[in-house]
């Protein structure tokens, strides 16, 4: 139930729909996202599938060339091995014990460009056996995949997208250095989607634009999870079915600096507990002062409706204005201010093109949903690097903290913003967010509205030819189940190449996580206090090319 203006809904959609590649981003931290004006590139090249455990697999990337010049088709793979040493198997914060990990896995990664399909995959395997049996057998599975077909040139584009990745059920229970997946802590998410979209030009005079979505998530728990809940207020994920559909009637050259548009949309996400549904019409207008400066405005009214009761009453009239400023391909601005589900809302986005390898990005969302659709528009819309392509696949994509699984029907109003500097060898980002959370539905632990913030800094240099070195780290205050905590990640790695195909790597992974008495009295064993550390050595094989 993601809310952007009309025209803003309009080019997401046209530029989504050129690459929807999943965003697989790892540690406890959210990407920022550019919002309704995020252009993504399809990317040249395969990405690095991740390790077992939130170790980065070297190499494949590496593997599959550089972007200057690729061909138009690639195929890479690789084989890993490592062991680790973690001091917190279970991750909880009381009855754990330390243990020894071995992993096995392998990853692939293809992409096939030709002048009206476009096709881009990568998928990694792990399975991770306990030494002392800790934990059973893990096995997981994480894969972007991304095919876009111009059906009718200029008229009809057929986009479909599938991803597989652990998820967190939430930041206040179990928790694992470098988000290494255990049982009763983390879900293993499928999804898919499916995107037909039609265009015709009316002359000079408007163009319509028609474009319908249909997805589902799925999920199943790791090996050695319990049948049900063991965090009251953590039920857990449940399979969802999404559907979408807008028509849109906008104006053309005829009308010049004044613009207009008309929509129509309905959008539904149908779960056990029955049918949550938006319907929404919204007329808008922008006049064009210069290049440089448009002013906005749009009215209209959305009517939600649920199969169970709200707590709230969120239809209604919308109304927003606002402005958008543009200085090429530089800076685009745009901020909007109005009322929504009956409250004041605040949306916008940035994207502010420092040098050609470095960036600030952020997004203000104002959104009605579920967990579970959260995360399937989470994994069809990328996060952009500075360089115009998405962020490389991750072991885990953990929550916002804040953000769980406890099947209610939730309004989340995010702020992200992120600066990110790619130079020659060194990459370095740094991102702070922002989430409200509203819970419409259900019943819940602790107060309606909830508030979680953090930060997140990361670093990477290409140390020598031969040696390539990351650091990353992050704190958070997330606010759940009537308490809060205070979560501190430390995630470092070296990786040297052996020889064209072979590479070692090392690394370092801590986790802290300090609970509130109220936070941990909901659940002494699982959300309480805790620590993790995890230190792992590893191999990577170049099978291919």
């Known amino acids: 139930m993601r809310y952007l203006s009309p025209e803003n809904r309009v080019v997401a959609h046209r530029k989504t729909r050129a690459l929807r590649a999943a965003r697989l981003a790892g540690l406890l931290a959210v990407a920022a996202a550019s919002g309704a004006e995020a252009q993504v590139a399809p990317p040249a090249v395969p990405q690095i599938p991740q390790a077992g455990g939130g170790q980065a697999a070297p190499g494949l990337a590496a593997a599959a060339g550089g972007p200057a010049g690729a061909p138009a088709f690639g195929l890479a793979a690789t084989v890993h091995a490592s062991e680790s040493y973690v001091s917190n198997a279970q991750g909880t914060a009381t009855g754990s014990q330390d243990d020894f990990i071995s992993t096995l896995g392998f990853g692939i990664s293809s992409y096939d460009h030709t002048r009206r399909v476009t096709f881009d995959l990568n998928y990694a395997f792990d399975a991770q056996f306990y030494a002392r049996g800790s934990q059973p057998t893990q ?10 077909v111009q059906a009718i040139p200029d008229y009809l584009t057929i986009a479909a997208n599938a991803f597989a990745t652990p998820v967190i059920l939430s930041n206040a229970g179990i928790l694992t250095a470098g988000n290494r997946v255990v049982a009763n ?46 965090i009251p207020g953590v039920t857990g994920a449940e399979d969802i079915n999404y559907r979408f559909a807008t028509q849109t009637f906008a104006s053309g050259p005829f009308f010049e600096r004044f613009s207009w548009s008309a929509m129509g949309t309905i959008n539904e996400t149908k779960r056990k507990q029955g049918l949550l549904s938006e319907k929404r019409g919204t007329g808008s207008l922008a006049y064009a002062f210069s290049h440089e400066f ?6 209209g009214y959305q009517a939600v409706t649920a199969s ?47 040098t050609p390898r470095s960036s600030i990005v952020g997004s203000l969302t104002d959104v009605v949903t579920t967990p579970e659709a959260q995360l399937l528009n989470t994994q069809t819309n990328p996060t952009p690097t500075p360089g115009g392509t998405p962020a490389p696949p991750g072991s885990v994509n953990p929550q916002p903290p804040g953000t769980l ?18 130079m020659e060898r060194n990459q370095a980002a740094i ?24 930060g997140l800094l990361s670093y990477s240099r290409n140390i020598s030819p031969r040696t390539t070195g990351t650091l990353s780290s992050s704190y958070g205050v997330t606010e759940e ?8 990640t430390m995630n470092g790695q070296i990786t040297y190449n052996l020889s064209p195909r072979m590479n070692v790597f090392f690394s370092a992974n801590y986790v802290d996580r300090q609970s509130s008495a109220s936070l941990s009295a909901v659940s002494p064993q699982f959300t ?9 050595i590893g191999l990577t094989r170049t099978l291919l090319p």
């Open 481 to 488: 189940l009537g308490g809060h905590a205070g979560i501190f």
């Open 139 to 148: 096995i997981t599975n994480h894969l972007s995949a991304l095919a876009v």
């Open 308 to 354: 169970v009761p709200l707590t709230n009453k969120i239809s209604g009239l919308t109304y927003y204005g606002g402005f958008t400023f543009t200085q090429g391909d530089r800076l685009s601005l745009t901020a909007e201010a109005g009322r929504s589900f009956n409250e004041p809302s605040y949306i916008g986005s940035l994207r502010y093109n420092l």
């Open 431 to 454: 991102t702070f967010y922002a989430t409200r959370q509203t819970f419409l539905s259900g019943t819940f632990v602790g107060p309606q509205t909830t508030e979680s913030w953090g």
């Open 185 to 230: 802590g983390y879900t293993n998410s499928f999804g898919y989607s499916v995107e037909p979209d039609l265009r015709f030009r009316l002359g000079d005079f408007a163009t319509s634009n028609t474009v319908a979505s249909y997805g589902s998530t799925f999920f199943s728990n790791p090996n050695g999870s319990a049948p049900g809940p063991i």
């Open 528 to 536: 309480g206090s805790l620590s993790d550390y995890q230190i792992t």
């Open 294 to 299: 448009t002013l906005l405005g749009s009215v």
């Open 405 to 422: 699984f406890n099947q209610n029907i939730t309004r989340y109003q995010t702020l992200d913003l992120s600066f990110q500097e790619n």
